[in-house]
Nanobody, 117 residues
Framework: QVQLVESGGGLVQPGGSLRLSCAAS????????MDWYRQAPGKQRELVAL???????NYADSVKGRFAISRDNAKNTVYLQMNSLKPEDTAVYYC???????????WGQGTQVTVSS
């Protein structure tokens, strides 16, 4: 069983920055694709950013150029640096891991990000 614990959410003004962290209970270096999803009230959960075991990245069009995903395999932690935040970025952000060997999925409990003046 893999446990994911997010942190770093909060209230920030438009144009501000936050860094989310996701700490995993197991080594994520070689067999886990890690990503961040978000879900705003009344909307479906959407993929925000993804980092593969190779290090290749993908971003939702809405966050390209503003958000950056990274992983520190030594700390079993994935980060989401969010810059130039907009009110439409307000959502609960979830960390997700997929084991590429057995395709099992794991989710964190979510962290609230609110962008408001």
């Amino acid at each position: 069983q893999v446990q994911l614990v997010e942190s770093g959410g909060g209230l920030v003004q438009p144009g501000g920055s936050l860094r989310l962290s996701c700490a995993a209970s197991v080594s994520i270096s070689s067999i886990y694709v890690m990503d961040w999803y978000r879900q705003a009230p009344g909307k479906q959960r959407e993929l925000v950013a993804l980092i593969r075991t190779s290090g290749s990245l993908n971003y939702a069009d809405s966050v390209k150029g503003r958000f950056a995903i990274s992983r520190d395999n030594a700390k079993n932690t994935v980060y989401l640096q969010m810059n130039s935040l907009k009110p439409e970025d307000t959502a609960v952000y979830y960390c997700h891991a997929r084991n590429i060997i057995n395709n099992r999925d794991y989710w964190g409990q979510g962290t609230q990000v609110t962008v408001s003046s």
